[in-house]
């Protein structure tokens, strides 16, 4: 049994596997959520960097749920407990998103997310005692790893915005 | 809270409609409704007996945002709103959403009095020191130094303390919350809607537009050094050195929720009139 | 002695001399003897202490106004009284009681020309043990009415058991002086016997009936915030409304009242609140949310003078304008008028029963006078009229609330129904109820609220349309009492009047108003207005005869019939 930094009591396998599912549950709602905000904002260019992200997400959530064959993950991850005492390492930040952000710093949104993932699991191989957790965990640090890294790639793509990035010459409407 | 009807395995999305919100991407709200989700969901209550009353501001579209029924009112009266709606029908879960202009400034005089009358309803007033909706004039809440159109150099007025005002109005449950930690917000949320009588909310949510400093908020919030009390002197006196960072519920109080007074059987129609006959 | 249908008397006093006292128990007494009546009052600004006159008309037959004067006026004492002025006229035939250690007779009553009369009321009142100066006057005004120290004693005992014993021994012997005093007075007159009823017969005041008609209509939630002089109607309500399963909420401001009411509406229970002037103003903001999201409202504003603060202890017909155009936006909505105290149970019922059909909130123009005048009447007719709103139980699929259709109404969803989950706003909104600023949306909208109010039947009880002739007198309100008591008189010297009085006020009725007018070509608008604010509504939304004339002035003074009789007369053919 080992507790993570969030709370969470890991006794088995499928306990870490149901964790891990929702943390890329989790991170599908959370990017959609991101590319719903930027479809109404009208910034389309990340509309797509967020479609995508959680579309990569989903297919890693998929791949944890085919894992767990007949198990209900969701149902599993409700009995943990769906938080304790402050916040579980799935959360992007919402409040860092903004309505002229640039895909570079979605990027540094998902990095950020993919980091605390991968360190969130990367404590649990090290302060697992059951051998069978400790092996699950390292799989999914290598697949944590390697989001990472893709992350960084992607980046390459964009540079670093100017500093005038959140400049909009049009002043805020007033709506009610 | 025996009157919340629920049922089981309730997944927050189902308290999600699919209007998407026009909240700046950034918003604390976003959290905030976040937390109204989960914590319903953590309830299980029946989206169909839950109401979310609002007034007017960015904070008060949140009932269009979720699957219950709301009431987006008019600037200030939420409160009033939702007292009616309680007492005429308390097998409802009546959820008050406003911001710190609707509630603290237009909507004072009617916090005072639904902190005193005690309904069983839950108010959250999502703070972000500011007047988002109509372009960033200062509200109750904000710093006097802080400096904008309608007040250049800041208003140099000392803030209102909400806190102070619900525990000294007589309110149940006092709280305070911060939309950065969405969890931790639900959970006490949770609370408050469990808690009889009038339980206060208080959600730190920045505004991005207007006030992008709030983003040192989430360096700033610390968790409560103290669990919650139910005496209110204890809890006037810790709130008293408050920083207006304090993160945590500080008032459990255990006053008797308003009870509507009912008679013990209703009588026939006709019984009315008998006082005038000759 | 000559044979009159009704005597007017008025009894003053000051200082807790009991003057309205004196009034309510010689009304409740001729109620007793089977005589029906009419009771106002008129006071000072004081809380206590004041001076007051209560003004009494008794008659054989139902009567809705006060006379032009007074055929008997007891003065326990003059202190202040000049500030009634015209209130308490007398003329040459009528007879004055008064105290001679009671102050100088104020000047209207001086110049009257009436027979005075003096009797040492006040040393009368303290040569019996806890005596009190208006049992003295009660007495006195028995005796010259023609009731028995029987059914004076009854009311005594009855009204006074509070009080205790020697209280009602220490009346009663009050009483007696009183009538001893009497013996060689004479009024003059004496009132035509009751013409007898089967009917039953209330003794009630309008705020009382208007309670009634609410609780009748459905109304099972108030909220109350007090403001003189409608809250005797949220008094009445406090005790009766939970009695019937019903909430009475005192509210901190008008603002959270009507706030409250709309709040219990969106839950399914109909509700009210009663107001005045002052108190419909900040009213107004929620009532156009109700108008927009179609919330059935019922608000009830009993009208003082106004402006702003105004006279709040006297009549006036000046909110008129607030009622029908004081909504920002375009705000379809209901307004309504009663016209006597009994009639305030129907309109309220009705407006009841009007709000809840059409979703939609509906004003009450009742007035000081009908509110708090008490009335011996027959009992008023039950009516079927009763709140039944559309509701809505969704199937499957999107709940569209605001479903534009044929009629304009559109089922409401009562929270607890699964599937009718919708946001009521008052941002402009599509049928979803979701916030929009389309043109489609937004025109489609002000339709339906504007197609739902006009559309509906709302029959014969739009207006009282009485009598034939060239000649119509238009009004409204607590005046049509007065306006059908002179188209008497003028009948009763060959000449036909019509009297048109609408009930609903708003939405207009183009088509039944030109019916009403078949044949009429003058028409007299009668109504208590500085600002002629009825001449100035009519002339906006119907089309008038081109011989028109306006009686109009403000209160404190209501108008009476002899000043609509010689109008009247004065428009002779």
Known sequence: ?176 | MSSIQTRLACNPADYKSDIKPIWCPGCGDYHVLMSFTRAFAELGLLPEKTVVVSGIGCSSRIPAYTSCYGFHGVHGRSLALATGLKVTRPDLTVVVASGDGDGYSIGGNHFLHACRRNVDITYVVMDNRVYGMTKGQPSPTTEPDFDTALSPGGTGLSPFHPLVIALAAGANFVARAFSGSPNETASILVEAIRHPGFSFVEVLSPCVTFRPDEREWKNRVHPAPVAATNDPGKAARRIMTDDGFNIGILYRGNRLPYQAKAEPRTIDLAELEREFEL | ?573
């Open chain 3, 1 to 573: 002695m000559p044979e009159v249908e009704n005597v007017s008397i008025a009894i003053v006093g000051s200082g807790g001399a009991g003057a309205l006292t004196t009034g309510n128990f010689l009304l409740e007494a001729a109620s007793v003897a089977g005589w029906h009546g009419l009771l106002t009052r008129t006071v000072g600004p004081q809380i206590r202490g004041g001076e007051a006159a209560a003004l009494i008309r008794l008659a054989s037959h139902p009567v809705e106004c006060l006379a032009e004067r007074f055929d008997l006026l007891i003065g326990i004492d003059w202190l202040n009284a000049n500030r009634f002025g015209a209130e308490i006229e007398v003329g040459p035939q009528s007879l004055v009681i008064t105290d001679p250690h009671g102050g100088d007779l104020p000047a209207i009553v001086a110049r009257a020309g009436a027979r005075v009369v003096k009797v040492p009321i006040k040393e009368m009142a303290k040569a019996i043990p806890e005596g009190r100066p208006n049992m003295i006057a009660l007495g006195l005004a028995a005796d010259l009415l023609g009731l028995s120290e029987d059914i004076l004693s009854v009311v005594i005992e009855k009204r006074l058991a509070e009080k205790g014993r020697t209280a009602i021994e220490a009346s009663r012997a009050g009483l007696k002086a009183g009538i001893a005093a009497a013996a060689d007075l004479d009024l003059g007159m004496r009132l035509a016997p009751p013409k007898s009823r089967t009917a039953q017969r209330w003794l009630v005041s309008g705020n009382e009936t208007t309670g009634l008609g609410a609780i009748r209509g459905g109304v099972r939630f108030a909220a109350a915030y007090p403001i003189t002089p409608a809250s005797e109607i949220l008094e009445w309500l406090a005790p009766n409304l939970p009695k019937v399963g019903g909430v009475l909420l005192q509210a901190e401001d008008e603002l959270a009242a009507i706030n409250m009411i709309i709040g219990a509406s969106y839950g399914g229970t109909p509700a009210l609140t009663a107001t005045s002037g002052p108190g419909l103003s900040l009213m107004i903001e929620a009532l156009g949310l109700a108008t927009a999201a179609e919330i059935p409202i019922v608000v009830v504003d009993v009208m003082r003078a106004g402006p702003s603060t105004g006279i709040p202890t006297k009549s006036e017909q000046a909110d008129l304008n607030i009622a029908v155009y004081g909504l920002h936006g375009d705000a379809p909505h209901l307004v309504l008028a009663p016209q006597s105290i009994t009639d305030c149970l129907f309109t309220t019922q009705w407006a009841v029963y009007l709000a809840e059909t059409l979703q939609a909130p509906a004003i009450v123009l009742s007035d000081q006078f009908i509110g708090q005048a008490v009335a011996v009447t027959d009992r008023p007719a039950d009516i079927a009229f009763i709140g039944q709103r559309a509701k809505a139980l969704p199937e499957a699929g999107a709940y569209k609330r605001y479903a534009v259709s044929a009629g304009g109404v559109s089922p409401m969803a009562i929270p607890g129904t699964r599937g009718g989950q919708y946001t009521a706003d008052g941002l402009t909104h599509n049928e979803r109820g979701t916030p929009t600023s389309s043109e489609g949306d937004h025109r489609a909208q002000l339709d339906k609220r504007c197609t739902k109010l006009e559309q509906f039947t709302y029959g014969d009880h739009w207006a009282t349309v009485e009598g034939d002739g060239e000649l119509a007198i238009m009004t409204w309100g607590s005046l049509t009492g007065a306006a059908r008591e002179a188209i008497e008189r003028v009948r009763r010297n060959g000449r036909d009047v019509r009297l048109i009085a609408p009930r609903l006020l708003l939405p207009v009725q183009p088509e039944r108003f030109t019916a009403a007018l078949h044949g009429v070509k003058r028409i007299l608008i009668v109504e208590q207005s500085h600002g002629a604010q009825f001449h100035r509504y009519l002339r906006a939304h119907y089309d008038l005869p081109d011989d028109v004339r306006v009686l109009h002035r403000p209160g404190p003074l209501p108008i009476r019939p002899n000043e609509i009789e010689q109008a009247l007369m004065q428009w002779s053919s």
């Open chain 1, 1 to 176: 049994m080992s507790k993570a930094p969030s709370g969470h009591t890991v006794s088995s396998p499928v306990d870490l596997l149901a964790i891990a599912y929702r943390i890329e549950a989790d991170a599908v709602q959370r990017y959609t959520l991101l590319a719903d905000q930027m479809e109404i904002h009208n910034n389309p260019e990340l509309v797509k960097v967020f479609r995508d992200l959680a579309r990569a997400e989903g297919i890693h959530a998929e791949e944890i749920r085919k894992q767990a064959g007949d198990i209900d993950l969701v149902a599993r991850a409700e009995r943990l407990g769906r938080w304790q005492k402050g916040e579980s390492p799935e959360e992007v930040d919402l409040g860092s998103a903004h309505y002229l952000m640039t895909p570079w710093h979605a990027l540094e949104l998902a990095l950020a997310g993919e980091k605390r993932a991968l360190g969130f699991f990367t404590s649990i191989t090290e302060t697992a005692k059951d051998p069978k957790i400790k092996e699950m965990a390292s799989e999914f640090v290598e697949e944590e790893a390697e989001h990472v890294n893709l992350v960084y790639r992607l980046m390459r793509k964009y540079s670093k915005p100017a500093d005038t990035w959140a400049q909009d010459l049009d002043p805020p409407i007033s709506q009610d």
